[in-house]
């Protein structure tokens, strides 16, 4: 089996198949650990446009989290979200300055509190706000850079979150948009539930001239697979289904070439990639918040060993770097 290869306007990604914005996840190091197992390309951690404009590049441990982009790191997307057109258009500016090779502005996020500040989602409840900020954008940014659109297929399963969805996928489409990712769940949905994927399906015959990903309930290769063939979707996005298990990539290269899948990584393969991660987030936090920090992708990562809730509570339990290089010598043999 062949994927089409993917492009996100000019852009050339090839895989169809991209580490997802995750908030708290998808930093600079876990954007290496993927690409490096097979991850076509990244999209950033959200960022709010009010904090890239009042950052300088480079200045502050926060900055550096958010904003870091090496070579290696090509091509990657930087996710923006907020609520007033001027800032978002200020942000696009600063992080194409800072190396990103295309925009994406979130229209999907489902948190309460984002929502309470008229962001994410919000934005699909007033379509002549979010259009005002797509067009914002589009006119801030180079004309061959692409500007992408994450959404959710709605507020609610109301016919006026349907309209407004709609009315905000045209409009944005007159307006230049390149890509749209689709999760399919409604906002207040938030991730309770199956995604919907006959949604997708629907739209890609409503809609076939646009460039459409996918996004919701990938976390193994087979669900990607599922995806690309039924659907009609021209990518997807893998967001938590990346966490821990970022040979979800890997192996869904592996169909892609037509290779049977290689077995599940064993506990050295394990311990080489967590070893390698942990080090990458050493380099971005520092010590001193690393273990911290790493907690969340160690708690992951431990689904997958053969005693997962002891590893689990392991690495919970752990406090510093010296902690951790315990736990890892505890469960994870090395070569």
């Not at 905000?168 to 539930?193: C, K, N, S």
């Not at 390698?276 to 992708?297: C, D, N, P, Q, W």
Request: glycine share 8%; aromatic share 8%.
């Amino acid at each position: 089996m062949k994927f089409s290869p993917l492009a996100i306007g000019s852009l050339p990604i090839g895989f169809p198949a991209i580490q997802a914005a995750l908030s708290g996840y998808s930093d600079w190091a876990q954007r290496r650990i993927v690409r490096q197992l097979g991850a076509s390309a990244t999209i950033s951690e959200v960022m709010l446009d009010q904090f890239i404009i009042s950052v300088t590049h480079g200045k502050g441990k926060k900055a550096k989290r958010f904003l870091r982009v090496e070579e290696n790191d090509h091509p990657v997307g930087a996710q923006l979200m907020g609520c007033q057109p001027e800032e978002f258009a200020l942000a696009a500016r600063k992080v194409v300055e800072w190396g990103f090779d295309w925009v994406d502005i979130n229209f999907g996020c489902p948190v309460k509190k984002i929502l309470g500040r008229h962001r994410g989602g919000f934005h699909l409840t007033q379509p002549t706000v979010a259009l005002a900020i797509v067009r914002a954008v589009r006119e801030a940014v180079p004309q061959d850079m692409p500007v992408t659109l994450k959404m959710r297929r709605g507020l609610d399963d109301s016919p006026k979150s349907l309209e407004n969805f709609r009315e905000i996928l045209h409009g944005a489409r007159e307006l230049g948009i390149d890509v749209f990712t689709i999760h399919p769940r409604t906002v207040l949905q938030r991730y309770v539930g199956p995604s919907d994927w006959d949604f997708l399906r629907q739209l890609r015959k409503e809609a076939p001239e646009i460039t459409l990903l996918g996004s919701g309930d990938l976390f193994t290769a087979e669900d990607c697979r599922q995806m690309l063939t039924t659907t009609g979707v021209n990518g997807i996005t893998i967001a938590r289904g990346a966490i821990g298990n970022p040979w979800i990539f890997r192996d869904l290269r592996a169909m892609d070439e037509g290779r049977p899948v290689p077995p599940p990584p064993d506990l050295y393969e394990q311990r080489n990639v967590i070893e390698e991660h942990f080090s990458l987030a050493t380099e971005l936090y520092g010590e001193k918040r690393v273990t911290f920090i790493m907690k969340k992708f160690c708690v992951k990562y431990a689904q997958r060993h053969p005693r997962p809730e002891e590893v689990r509570d392991a690495f919970l339990a752990m406090k510093n770097p010296m902690d951790w290089k315990t736990v890892l010598e505890r469960y994870y043999p090395s070569a």
